[in-house]
């Protein structure tokens, strides 16, 4: 059984950073693809970050810059550390696999950014 876990989420002021991390099980981390998505109140959901298994990035253009999304093998955790972060950065973040079309999630950690 897959399972993605989430943890790093809470509340800050515009212009900190926060570091999520997601820790999975139940499948070959090393080979596959990982993702970070958020969805805000009222909004869809949107692609935040992904990495594949050779350590290429995608970034959506709202972060470039301000986040950066790393991996461990060893320790089968992603990561997304976030800096600079902005009121309306203000979401659930969500760890998936693979990060297009996903078919594993994470239950989510809400980061919310006050002003």
């Known amino acids: 059984q897959v399972r993605l876990v989430e943890s790093g989420g809470g509340l800050v002021q515009a212009g900190d950073s926060l570091r999520l991390s997601c820790t999975a099980s139940g499948f070959d981390f090393r080979i596959n693809p990982m993702g970070w998505y958020r969805q805000a109140p009222g909004k869809q959901r949107e692609l935040v970050a992904g990495i594949s298994h050779v350590l290429f990035t995608t970034y959506a253009d709202s972060v470039k810059g301000r986040f950066t999304i790393s991996r461990d093998n060893a320790k089968n955790s992603v990561y997304l550390e976030m800096d600079s972060l902005k009121p309306e950065d203000t979401a659930v973040y969500y760890c998936?696999?693979?990060?297009?079309?996903?078919?594993?999630w994470g239950q989510g950690t809400q980061v919310t950014v006050s002003s």
């Open positions: 998936a696999s693979p990060w297009k079309d996903p078919r594993y």
